[in-house]
């Protein structure tokens, strides 16, 4: 703002705070900051936002301060009744909006990180990246390649959700080859652009599947479908000895396991049974595989192709259970997911040569769709403890009119993002433009005139701070009567 206008409205001290001439509406303010103005019918209700959090630049600077029009016309784009209406508002001056954490959801540490709600299938890339196939918040099927150094690498769009429970992923060297609604989507490993059109699926989706450089395998009823790469073109069927729930292949080598059997074929035809129960298999280092069991312990394990178990870990009491597993051909490290009733996880961990389980990282998604503050601390679980969305302040003095208020501020979400607002629905702080939104709580701060209030989209709860709301003062811009 000019100097020229802060002089102007030093000498409206003693004036009235505004005077409607004509279409025009002006009005002094007494300092800079963002201005929210809204038209009034004679019971009090708003009728039409002239200004939502606006900065100079959307007004004229008159003689009398600021300079605004109304059209007469309400929210709705219609025409207002003939009466008298007032104009008032508020300038929001020195209120800050930071960001605290993100809360119960691992994958989430940045707002433009996509909001996962759900772990469908992954994969685990021989560099330590993961590639993930999981439901976001809004409930699409999205494909992402994730590294613990620079995060998500890449995310696509795939379709709409939720996925079924036939929707699979598979990678080599070069693609990503994902079955979803009845579709193959076929993209590049290193940026998730795709490298055809989809390909219809001119057969029963396959219940999972493994890729190898040329060629990927689908597993249906006691069949392996072949079918040849990048054309998804099927090839002669193999046949197996019970309907396998989870596949792998490398270098002629094709295993998998179903109905809590293990079976192995090395030529690609026949197969042979390993004497072991599990529910998930991934080929390892060498003639070794690593699996979930299958028989009760909930345990990870690693075995050769004879039956020997190598080595195991146990499940502990009260964390999530493993489900999949996949693992690297080149060292001894394995990703395995793993769920329970409210969480998901999906756990990376290597041995070392002493024989020690190192966790090199982990993700967690916790259920948090009733969170809220319980005894000041951030809760996935708050349904027991009553919340609020409302809370009432007390507003400086506007130094132009001596004015007071207090003010009662609530939260508001909707497609533009979330907000502070008035009960009338006057917006008078922007706290986030992220959409989806499906919860919002707040309660006070520590220091006076403060909030803190969490917002969740189903996936992801997010923390803010908000200081300095004594610092919204109440502007008064007379009245107009329209005909």
């Given at each position: 703002m000019k100097r020229f206008a802060y002089f102007i409205f030093t000498l409206l001290a003693l004036l009235h705070a505004a005077r409607a001439e004509g279409d025009d509406i002006a009005f002094a303010v007494p300092g800079p900051g963002r201005i929210t103005l809204g038209v009034f019918d004679k019971t009090g209700k708003l009728v039409r936002t002239l200004h939502a959090m606006d900065g100079e630049e959307a007004f004229r600077i008159g003689l009398n301060g600021y300079i605004t029009k109304w059209d007469g016309l309400d929210d709705a784009g219609n025409k207002a009744p003939s009466g008298h209406y007032h104009i008032r508002g508020y300038l929001i001056e020195d209120v800050t909006v930071e960001g605290e954490a993100y809360h119960f959801n691992d994958w989430t540490t940045d707002e433009e990180d996509p909001s996962l709600r759900h772990i469908v299938d992954f994969a685990f890339l021989p560099d330590g990246d993961v590639l993930l196939l999981a439901i976001s918040a809004d409930g699409l099927v999205l494909a992402t390649r994730y590294s613990t150094e620079s995060g998500f690498v890449w995310v696509r769009e795939i379709g709409a959700g939720p996925a079924p429970d036939t929707t699979s992923l598979a990678a080599n060297s070069s693609t990503v080859i994902i079955q979803h609604a009845g579709n193959w989507h076929l993209l590049d490993l290193q940026t998730g652009t795709p490298t055809s059109a989809p390909l219809a699926l001119h057969s029963a989706p396959p219940r999972t599947i493994a890729a190898l450089p040329s060629k990927l395998f689908g597993s249906l009823e006691k069949t392996i479908v072949p079918f040849s790469l990048p054309g998804m073109e099927p090839q002669p069927l193999i046949d197996s000895p019970v309907a396998l729930t989870s596949i792998d292949a490398d270098n002629g080598t094709l295993m998998g396991s179903g109905n809590g059997s293990v079976w192995i074929s090395e030529d690609m035809r026949t197969f042979q049974n390993i004497p072991i129960s599990a529910q998930s298999v991934s080929l390892g280092v060498g003639e070794t595989f690593w699996f979930v069991s299958a028989d009760g312990s909930d345990a990870v394990g690693q075995a050769n192709f004879k039956g020997d178990i190598l080595r195991e870990l146990h499940h502990e009491s009260g964390s999530p259970q493993p489900k999949k597993i996949h693992a690297s051909r080149t060292n001894e490290t394995f990703a395995v997911l793993e769920t329970s009733s409210d969480s998901e996880r999906l756990r990376v961990l290597s041995r070392s040569p002493g024989g020690d389980w190192t966790v090199d990282w982990e993700k967690t998604i916790r259920e948090s769709k009733s969170?809220?503050?319980?005894?000041?601390?951030?809760?996935?679980?708050?349904?027991?403890?009553?919340?609020?969305?409302?809370?009432r302040f007390r507003l400086e003095e506007n130094p132009l009119t001596g004015e007071k208020q207090d003010l009662n501020l609530r939260v508001v979400f909707d497609d533009k993002g979330t907000r502070l607002s008035t009960p009338d629905g006057l917006p008078i702080v922007s706290v986030s433009r992220r959409t989806g939104i499906r919860r919002a709580v707040i309660r006070r701060g520590q220091k006076t005139n403060s909030i803190h209030l969490l917002q969740g989209d189903g996936a992801t709860v997010e923390e803010f701070?908000?200081?300095?709301?004594?610092?919204?003062?109440?502007?008064?811009?007379?009245?107009?009567?329209?005909?």
């Open positions: 969170f809220g503050y319980v005894n000041g601390e951030v809760s996935p679980s708050a349904q027991d403890t009553p919340q609020t969305d409302s809370l701070r908000i200081q300095g709301l004594e610092k919204i003062i109440p502007l008064n811009a007379g009245g107009i009567e329209l005909s």
